[in-house]
């Protein structure tokens, strides 16, 4: 992978295992789409390495753990997607002091869904649920 990469749409390709660690090495990088994919693991510190960084997708895969708190040195961030994944914890007071303008994750408890939510959110613009509805926070 070239480090000078600026787009890395990987998205709908059944990629599959953790996130490559040569991903962490982009410093270029301002657009990342690895949705509907099959990746598993967590999503390493280092992204926060990425600092120009605007765009981050990680829909529909198997992501598990905490969001990585480094993810506040993306000053540069305007959508963070990371719903249908597993996971969980408190999302950090640094990212929420970030203007995300588009920032979803699991933060819904759902109608009818006994439980809790596995992420809590203090700024997320939009909260999923396990049973697949999503709603706009305000």
């Known amino acids: 992978m070239a480090t000078n990469t600026a787009e890395l749409p990987v998205n709908n390709n059944r990629f599959n295992g953790t996130l490559p660690d040569n991903l962490y090495k982009l410093t270029n990088l301002h657009y990342l789409d690895a949705s509907n994919n099959e990746f598993t693991g967590k999503v390493k510190p280092a992204i926060g390495n990425l600092s120009h960084l605007q765009v981050i997708k990680f829909r529909k895969n198997s ?10 040195n993306l000053k540069h961030l ?6 249908y994944n597993n996971f969980e914890g408190e999302v950090s007071n640094g990212i929420c002091d970030l203007d995300i303008k588009t920032f979803a994750t699991d933060c819904g408890k759902g109608r009818g869904v006994e439980g809790r939510a596995k992420v809590f959110c203090a700024c997320c613009t939009t909260c999923c649920d396990p049973t697949g509805i999503c709603y706009i926070v305000e």
């Open 63 to 72: 992501l598990h753990g905490t969001i990585p708190e480094e993810i506040e």
């Open 78 to 83: 305007d959508i963070l997607q990371l719903t």
